[in-house]
């Protein structure tokens, strides 16, 4: 079946330093890939999307590369700020449905 | 557009009581999702409708949960009776059309508590 696969939180930085929250996937097909971030009390909100193999996606100075050889779409941020601490999800949608597959999620918080 | 919207924010309710929970869409928007967001299983598909017609309801759990559309602005999630492991964040959201990679927009959910 379709899933989604993110390293285990919490994830704790230092203002400025690098992120990376690795995504794996395992789908039948060429599914899209998303990532989507939850604010404390919030809705889930898209981040960043890739449709198709080698696309990079990018938004607020996060990407995410959609790699079908290794099956993985990981965010990576260069300088995190505190105002990113928040949940992050990956997420697949098939090329034959409107089912989005939600990974767990991923807590990162950031300390000034 | 101010986005998807549902109401109540919040609802405590005592065990065996109906509890009803709202959602406005997007305007435009073709498709519906009800989705359920607990730390033990994270984010559930539960049900999606398009155009207002019910598509895929597998993940509803079970008879006391049953959702509704009847019309392309407004749809209900209802639980009848209501047990105390319903409790957990339920998300409304909507997309605009079929797709690839067609985003969801989500609402701001409804935090159900069940005593």
Known sequence: ?112 | DAGVIQSPRHEVTEMGQEVTLRCKPISGHDYLFWYRQTMMRGLELLIYFNNNVPIDDSGMPEDRFSAKMPNASFSTLKIQPSEPRDSAVYFCASSLRAGQGTEAFFGQGTRLTVV
Request: net charge neutral; glycine share 10%; charged share 20%.
């Open chain 1, 1 to 112: 079946g379709n899933s989604v696969t993110q390293m285990e939180g919490p994830v704790t930085l230092s203002e400025e330093a690098f992120l990376t929250i690795n995504c794996t996937y395992t789908a039948t097909g060429y599914p899209s890939l998303f990532w989507y971030v939850q604010y404390p009390g919030e809705g889930l909100q898209l981040l960043l999307k890739a449709t198709k193999a080698d696309d990079k996606g990018s938004n607020k100075g996060f990407e995410a590369t959609y790699r079908k050889e290794t099956t993985s779409f990981h965010l990576e941020k260069g300088s995190v700020q505190v105002s990113d601490s928040a949940v992050y999800f990956c997420a697949l949608k098939r090329d034959y449905g409107q089912n989005f597959v939600f990974g767990p999620g991923t807590r990162l918080s950031v300390l000034p």
